[in-house]
């Protein structure tokens, strides 16, 4: 059984912990992949990747094991009204 792990959108930590194999955190996740806007605007670079680094655990983490929960956090957003 693969194990699902739930990423809060909008919160500044979990944004800081996983990241794509560039070590970006510009990150989107897509049906069946993962798509970074800092690689895709590198010329020569793919911005299309299959694993998301976890900073802390080393672990890296399929789409299908990746949860993205919006609204969980308006951590992102209470700084940008600031």
């Not at 990241?19 to 989107?28: G, Q």
């Amino acid at each position: 059984m693969t194990t699902t792990q739930v990423i809060c959108d909008e919160n500044r930590t979990d944004r800081w912990q996983f990241v794509c194999p560039r070590e970006h955190r510009t990150w989107e996740a897509a049906e069946d992949h993962f798509w970074c806007q800092r690689c895709a605007s590198t010329k020569d670079v793919d911005g299309r990747f299959y694993q998301l680094r976890d900073k802390v655990s080393g672990e890296r983490l399929s789409r299908e094991e990746v949860v993205l929960q919006s609204n969980c956090d308006d951590d992102l957003e209470l700084e940008a009204d600031a």
